[in-house]
């Protein structure tokens, strides 16, 4: 059974940051993309980055290019996302999205399995 577990998400201020954690667990996931995506209160879902086996395959919503980081440790399933220079616009909900390869890139729009989500707020 696939599991996807967020943590560090939490209250801060406006120019703060957060360091957002996802283990997954049920099966390799060394074929897919590991992400993440947010979703704000009355709003739909808004890809915010995801990696694909490499560092250079890195992607990032241009909300968010220079400010956040994704990274993966496919030893233990995890991958993080640090967020630096937060502005209350960040605030949402941030889930953890694995989504196989392909090449039309759905991992920007669809997941294969997601997590329960973890709550940022940014306090302006």
């Known amino acids: 059974q696939v599991q996807l577990v967020e943590s560090g998400g939490g209250l801060v201020q406006t120019g703060g940051s957060l360091n957002l954690s996802c283990v997954a667990s049920?099966?390799?996931?060394?074929?897919?993309?590991m992400g993440w995506f947010r979703q704000a209160p009355g709003k739909g879902r808004e890809f915010v980055a995801a990696?694909?086996?490499?560092?250079?395959?890195?992607y990032y919503a241009d909300s968010v290019k220079g400010r956040f980081t994704i990274s993966r440790d496919d030893n233990k399933n995890t991958v993080y996302l640090q967020m630096n220079s937060l502005k209350p616009e960040d605030a949402a909900i941030y889930f953890c999205?694995?989504?196989?390869?392909?090449?039309?890139?759905?991992?920007?729009?669809?997941?294969?399995?997601r997590g329960q989500g973890t709550q940022v707020t940014v306090s302006s």
């Open positions: 999205s694995v989504r196989r390869w392909d090449s039309n890139g759905s991992f920007r729009w669809a997941s294969d399995f």
């Open positions: 049920g099966r390799s996931f060394s074929n897919y993309v």
């Open positions: 990696t694909y086996r490499s560092v250079s395959s890195t």
